[in-house]
C-alpha cells in the first residue's frame, strides 16, 4: 500500500540553524500539507502545496519557513533560523483530492529537537 | 469559541463494548468531517472520512454527522484493547487544498 514517507527520523540542531525536513508524497497524490505537533498538544497545520505554489498556509508559518517542490516527488520544509518553540514533530501529509474529498494521509514524521 | 473541540478522556469502555467518541465544531470548519487514531509517538491515521448529514459506516466504525447541532461522532463497535488510542477530530472549510483543523484528541482506553 503507497505510503508518505518523511527523513530525517529524528533531527537534532543548535538554535540558529536552518534545517530541512524532507518528505516523499503518495506518488498520485497532488496536494500536500505540513503540520507540526508540539509535545502534548494538538496536531496544528502549518501550509498546504498545489499547482507548485502555496495554496493556504497558517499565521504559524512565518517567513522563517518555506516549502519546495524541487523534483517529481520531494516535498521539503525548510527551517531558516530556528527557535527553541520550533521543537516538535513535524507531519506531511498528502491528499489524491482537494475539496471535500481532501483525505489526507500522513507521514510517520519528524522529530525536530532544537538546542 | 474553539473550532474543533473534544473531550480529552481518558474514556474507559470494557472490551467488546461500544466506545462512543464526540466534537463539537464551530461554523468556519464545516465541511468536511474526518477522524484519524493517533497511537502515542506516531502520526495521525486516517479512520474515517464524512462529508454529509447522517451515519457513515466502514467495519466496526460509524460515524456520524448532524451539521444543525455542529455535531459529529465515532461509534467502534466491539471494541479491542488493539483501539486504545488517541482519536483526532478534524474539519475543514472545505475549499481546495484545505489545512485540517484538529481537535485535542480524546483518549480511548479499552480495558480487557
Known amino acids: 500500500e503507497p505510503e508518505v514517507t518523511q527523513t530525517p527520523s529524528h533531527q537534532v540542531t543548535q538554535m540558529g540553524q536552518e534545517v530541512i525536513l524532507r518528505c516523499v508524497p503518495i506518488s498520485n497524490h497532488l496536494y500536500f500539507y505540513w503540520y507540526r505537533q508540539i509535545l502534548g498538544q494538538k496536531v496544528e497545520f502549518l501550509v498546504s502545496f498545489y499547482n507548485n505554489e502555496i495554496s493556504e498556509k497558517s499565521e504559524i508559518f512565518d517567513d522563517q519557513f518555506s516549502v519546495e517542490r524541487p523534483d517529481g516527488s520531494n516535498f521539503t520544509l525548510k527551517i531558516r533560523s530556528t527557535k527553541l518553540e520550533d521543537s516538535a514533530m513535524y507531519f506531511c501529509a498528502s491528499s489524491e483530492m482537494g475539496g471535500e474529498g481532501n483525505e489526507q494521509f500522513f507521514g510517520p514524521g519528524t522529530r525536530l529537537t532544537v538546542l | 469559541q474553539k473550532e474543533v473541540e473534544q473531550n480529552s478522556g481518558p474514556l474507559s469502555v470494557p472490551e467488546g463494548a461500544i466506545a462512543s467518541l464526540n466534537c463539537t465544531y464551530s461554523?468556519?470548519?464545516?465541511?468536511?468531517f474526518f477522524w484519524y487514531r493517533q497511537y502515542s509517538g506516531k502520526s495521525p491515521e486516517l479512520i474515517m472520512s464524512?462529508?454529509?448529514?447522517g451515519d457513515k459506516e466502514d467495519g466496526r466504525f460509524t460515524a456520524q454527522l448532524n451539521k444543525a447541532s455542529q455535531y459529529v461522532s465515532l461509534l467502534i463497535r466491539d471494541s479491542q484493547p488493539s483501539d486504545s488510542a488517541t482519536y483526532l477530530c478534524a474539519g475543514t472549510t472545505g475549499g481546495g487544498a484545505d489545512g485540517l483543523t484538529f481537535g485535542k484528541g480524546t483518549h480511548l482506553i479499552i480495558q480487557p
Open positions: 461554523d468556519r470548519v464545516s465541511q468536511s
Open positions: 464524512i462529508y454529509s448529514n
